[in-house]
């Protein structure tokens, strides 16, 4: 089974930029697809961004559309999620996630695996 390891969160003020990573390892990363989630204090898990196995297809939240990017390096096995023009209502913990069954599932069920979490704070 496959270990995720997010890292890359910190500390911005509004409208800046961070770019979030999630290393894999135990398994094969492309029998996965991935996904970033996030979980702000007193809520619940919410789907933030999906990639497909291959990298192909990818699936926002409504929030993040537009501002977020989700990408992945197969021959890496690593997950990525680019953010940009940062708002306080960004500020979360992110998980990265795995689904061997669906691709851009944007439900916490269907993900077996999970990162530790990454904290990103943005300040107004």
């Known amino acids: 089974q496959v270990q995720l390891v997010d890292s890359g969160g910190g500390m911005v003020q509004a409208g800046g930029s961070l770019r979030l990573s999630c290393a894999a390892s135990?398994?094969?990363?492309?029998?996965?697809?991935m996904a970033w989630f996030r979980q702000a204090p007193g809520k619940e898990r919410g789907f933030v961004a999906g990639?497909?196995?291959?990298?192909?297809?990818?699936r926002y939240g409504d929030s993040v559309k537009g501002r977020f990017t989700i990408s992945r390096d197969n021959a890496k096995n690593t997950l990525y999620l680019q953010m940009n023009n940062l708002k306080p209502e960004d500020t979360a913990t992110y998980y990265c996630?795995?689904?061997?069954?669906?691709?851009?599932?944007?439900?916490?069920?269907?993900?077996?695996?999970w990162g530790q979490g990454t904290q990103v704070t943005v300040s107004s």
């Open positions: 990639i497909s196995r291959a990298g192909f297809n990818t």
């Open positions: 996630a795995a689904d061997p069954t669906f691709q851009t599932s944007t439900e916490k069920y269907t993900y077996d695996f």
């Open positions: 135990g398994g094969t990363f492309t029998d996965y697809g």
